[in-house]
């Protein structure tokens, strides 16, 4: 027998051998050992735009898990609507992975102050300590002092986006005012009371024959008090003033 002949007769042997451990191996490797040889990756869907309920129920669907990460005030995107995801869209990963979810707060809102009875100047500052701005102001006639605030758009009370204006209308006052009889008062009182209810006043006029009169009191005025005029008109105001000796 020779050497070749030898190896020919032993190659069905040698095969048979490979074939058994190839098999064994086989059989250990998937029934004891599958998750080394079946992969588990899988693309991450895209679920930015859905809620995060729907997202949640989509990446578990595909073998994933979800968790809230940032929540933000978003203009323009609905409270629970998913802003991010990481991982990002189609990263491949293995299932169980946890995505993490960057959820929308919805739109910043504030509650307009209430304005109605302030003045110009004071309901600028409720909308400025609010976080809003004043938009257009407009005069309207009315008996309520000049320059009250008589309305707002939103109203007071009511809930409007952040930034966001309110525009407002004041009070021109009424286009005749009765001027106040300020006779007997001295001249610093009735001045300030004829410019309060929006007059102005002219330098007093010295007034040496009203017999009796305190000096220093309104003795007369024109035009005389309770006419009716328009605001803005000057009045002028005679006062008892003691003569000069000669």
Do not use: C, W
């Not at 005029?229 to 000669?246: I, Q, S």
Request: glycine share 10%; net charge neutral; no cysteine.
């Amino acid at each position: 027998m020779t050497l070749r002949g030898s190896a020919r007769r032993s190659i069905p042997y040698l095969v048979a051998i490979m074939s058994g451990f190839l098999l064994a191996y086989l059989i250990v490797a998937f029934f004891i050992f599958p998750a080394h040889l079946v992969t588990t990756d899988t693309k991450v869907p895209n679920v930015v735009g859905q809620t995060f309920e729907a997202a949640s129920a989509q990446l578990q669907k595909v073998g994933f898990k979800s968790a809230k990460g940032e929540e933000r005030f978003t203009a323009g995107s609905a409270s629970g609507q998913v802003l991010g995801q990481n991982p990002l869209p189609d990263a491949v990963m293995p299932a169980g992975t946890k995505v993490v979810l960057d959820v929308s707060q919805g739109q910043r809102t504030t509650t307009v102050p209430q304005l109605i009875g302030l003045s110009r100047q004071a309901a600028e500052l409720a909308l400025q300590n609010a976080g809003l701005d004043a938009g257009d102001v407009t005069q309207r006639e009315s008996p309520s002092p000049r320059g009250q605030v008589l309305s707002s758009s939103p109203n007071g009370g009511e809930k409007t986006p952040l930034p966001s204006e309110v525009s407002f209308i004041v009070s021109g006052g009424p286009s005749q005012l009765a001027i106040p009889d300020v006779t007997g008062q001295s001249y610093a009182s009735a001045a300030q009371l004829l410019m309060q209810v929006g007059f102005r006043v002219a330098p007093a006029v010295p007034d040496t024959l009203t017999a009796g009169a305190p000096e220093g009191t309104v003795t007369s005025q024109e035009p005389t008090g309770n006419e009716p005029a328009p605001p803005g008109v000057t009045v002028r105001l005679r006062v008892a003033t003691t003569p000069k000796a000669p």
